[in-house]
């Protein structure tokens, strides 16, 4: 999983020129791996401006044979373990529990890694790295009873040898293979993976991506998320503050820096549009603190189902309107105010210009937007090669607080106060986590295994990507002059 500058599964392969030259390995009918013809290169330009060329396979046919029996009368750990000293200049960074009762010692004996079957090596050899190794996860072949968020930490701190060092372990993976019988035709990806199709960022192609995300089933989310039923970072301002209490928290602090609870005009509410309005906390938060007139867009079905349903049951129908919509096709402004939370991550780095241009078109002179989102420094695009690209948030981008600010102002926004949640999120996730694990067997029986292996392991990873600085929460609060006036009021202690 891509936590800003860090990576699930590093512990494993870093180096990209030795993953593509595992990419580009095949089974010929005897299981021998064989590089077939000539493979592609391709051009990469990394950071810096640097060109790479790295292999890709060319063609290559799938093999249509069964994984090679096993040919050894050595266990396991003995096998491997040429392949753990070369990669680490000693032991792994954890305890290594194998299929066939053996194990590999770490440095952290605490932390036991269960490898239960040969396909994860045979995973890794088609999908070197983080995708192969959360694959294995997800499908039950690697586990562990520790708390998942140190484990993860412990691998990805692991230091691994030099460019000479990782190609030996290369060598040593290869033999490995081939002694354990790991080699054969590449397994089955699991059901709960997904590949886009279509124009990235187009209205059918985002319709699809979060209809994956977010149709799991609000039951499920309910189980982790709570009462709230928030999916953002929460606010914490005390020790003692329950999660609902935090969320209550962020959307009052969101209320309060788009001015709704400052002057209004007295023969009208004023109007808040909610772009990305979830399952409603927001927008009911609002109406019923601050009286006003809230439109809730979002394109998840089972999102707006339930939203509109906690808006009947709140008895706010004659304030609130909950619509699936997409945010390119709203066009009943003017508004007041904008509240844009967990948004801007769906909407990608390409049309972030074309977001807040629509954003400040449907606000009056003087109306607030505040865009709340997940950023990581220099900012990146979730791909298809990561665990999060496939399974969690398919074609998510993280946008470098730089670039979001930039936008704003493009749009006509004048920048007014931007703030780092940073340590808010982790504690946020850290109480999804401790839920979702006190519900697993609710979890389990509302979508399955693998699906809520899927959770366990980005919310896990997540932690550590806002723990380390990784990954990073902004709230960015932006005004459309009314000419040169701004409205604002003279400081940020009203904002509580």
């Not at 709140?314 to 009943?332: C, F, H, K, N, S």
Request: glycine share 8%.
């Amino acid at each position: 999983m891509r936590t800003g500058r860090h990576t699930l599964g590093t512990s494993l392969t870093r180096d990209f020129a030795v993953e593509a030259l595992v990419a580009a390995a095949s089974c010929d009918r005897r299981g021998l791996l064989t590089l077939r013809r000539r493979p592609r290169i391709a051009k990469r330009r990394c950071r810096g401006g640097i060109d790479i060329y790295a292999v890709q396979p060319a063609d290559v046919p799938e093999p249509e044979h069964a994984p090679v029996p096993t040919v050894t009368t050595r266990t396991v750990a003995e096998v491997l373990r040429p392949l753990f000293d070369a990669l680490f200049s000693g032991p792994p960074p954890v305890t290594m529990a194998l299929w066939d009762g053996s194990r590999i010692d770490g440095q952290d004996t605490s932390i036991v890694v269960e490898v239960r079957s040969p396909d994860v090596i045979r995973r890794l050899l088609w999908a070197p790295g983080e995708l192969g190794l959360a694959r294995s996860f997800v499908v039950g072949d690697l586990d562990t009873d520790a708390p998942l968020a140190p484990t993860l930490r412990a691998l990805q701190a692991a230091d691994l040898g030099d460019r000479r060092a990782v190609g030996r372990a290369l060598t040593a993976a290869m033999r490995a293979a081939r002694e354990l019988g790991a080699v054969g035709r590449p397994p089955a990806a699991p059901p709960e993976e997904i590949v886009a199709r279509g124009r990235r960022h187009s209205r059918r192609r985002d319709a699809t991506t979060v209809s994956h995300h977010y149709d799991v089933g609000n039951d499920f989310y309910r189980l982790f998320l709570g009462d709230s039923l928030t999916y953002s970072c929460a606010r914490f301002t005390h020790a003692s503050m329950t999660l609902d209490e935090a969320q209550a928290a962020k959307h009052e602090l969101v209320c309060r820096k788009l001015g709704l609870g400052e002057d209004r005009a007295p023969d009208r509410r004023r109007r808040l549009l909610d772009i990305g309005c979830g399952w409603g906390s927001m927008v009911i938060h609002a109406a019923q603190r601050y009286d006003v007139e809230v439109v809730g867009v979002t394109i998840s079905d089972e999102q707006r189902q339930l939203a509109q349903a906690r808006v009947d049951a709140a008895g706010l129908t004659d304030r609130v309107t909950i619509r699936l919509q997409d945010y390119r096709e709203v066009d009943d402004g003017p508004y007041d105010a904008i509240a844009s939370i967990g948004m801007a991550e769906h909407v990608g780095r390409r049309n972030l210009d074309r977001y807040f241009a629509t954003a400040a078109a449907l606000l009056r002179p003087g109306g607030r937007m505040l865009n709340h989102a997940i950023a990581s420094r220099r900012g990146s695009r979730i791909t298809r090669s990561s665990f999060v690209g496939r399974y969690v948030f398919p074609d998510g981008e993280l946008i470098d607080i730089a670039d979001t600010v930039a936008s704003m102002e493009r749009a006509g926004f004048e920048v007014r106060d931007v703030e780092n949640l940073r340590e808010h999120y982790e504690r946020t996730i850290r109480c999804w986590v401790d839920r979702l694990e006190e519900h697993w067997d609710d979890a389990v029986a509302l979508v399955g295994t693998r699906r809520a292996r899927v959770w366990r392991l980005y919310l896990s990873g997540s932690i550590n990507g806002f723990e380390d600085g990784g990954l990073l929460l902004y709230q960015t609060l932006g005004v459309k002059p009314d000419g040169w006036a701004s409205h604002m009021p003279p400081t940020r202690a009203g904002w509580g």
